[in-house]
């Protein structure tokens, strides 16, 4: 990973703000639905608003695993974690390793689950 390059994170309307806030305090580059005022999009709309900005999609919306996978939709990756899965702190610490460890290029058309 070149120095620098980190993995841009766009978090859908269905992600907890407290997640996208405890990343914004660590340095994370992320921002949510609710921020850019994109609440009520579709699926297919808040993908390409992520496209648009190269950056991962965040959700824990599993209808982004089968658009992804069924229609071949380009994307810089998609991080999914089940709602119910993990705490709030641990989807942090998950995000900000993910962050620090895995490079842009290796996030492109990548899925990830937490």
């Given at each position: 990973m070149k120095k620098g390059e980190r993995i841009r994170i766009y978090a859908d309307e269905n992600v907890d703000v407290a997640i996208v806030e405890g990343l914004k305090r660590r340095g994370v580059d992320i921002w949510s639905a609710l921020d850019?005022?994109?609440l009520g999009l579709s699926d297919?709309?808040?993908l390409d608003c992520s496209l648009?900005?190269?950056?991962?999609?965040f959700?824990?919306?599993?209808?982004?695993?089968?658009m992804a996978s069924e229609s071949g939709?380009?994307?810089?990756g998609i991080i999914y974690v089940h709602q119910?899965?993990?705490?709030?702190?641990e989807c942090?610490?998950?995000l900000k390793t993910i962050v620090e460890?895995?490079?842009?290029?290796?996030?492109?058309?990548?899925i990830l689950f937490l």
């Amino acid at each position: 990973m070149k120095k620098g390059e980190r993995i841009r994170i766009y978090a859908d309307e269905n992600v907890d703000v407290a997640i996208v806030e405890g990343l914004k305090r660590r340095g994370v580059d992320i921002w949510s639905a609710l921020d850019t005022g994109k609440l009520g999009l579709s699926d297919e709309e808040q993908l390409d608003c992520s496209l648009a900005e190269k950056a991962a999609i965040f959700t824990h919306d599993d209808d982004f695993l089968s658009m992804a996978s069924e229609s071949g939709t380009e994307h810089f990756g998609i991080i999914y974690v089940h709602q119910q899965h993990l705490s709030i702190g641990e989807c942090i610490r998950r995000l900000k390793t993910i962050v620090e460890t895995i490079s842009p290029e290796e996030m492109h058309n990548h899925i990830l689950f937490l």
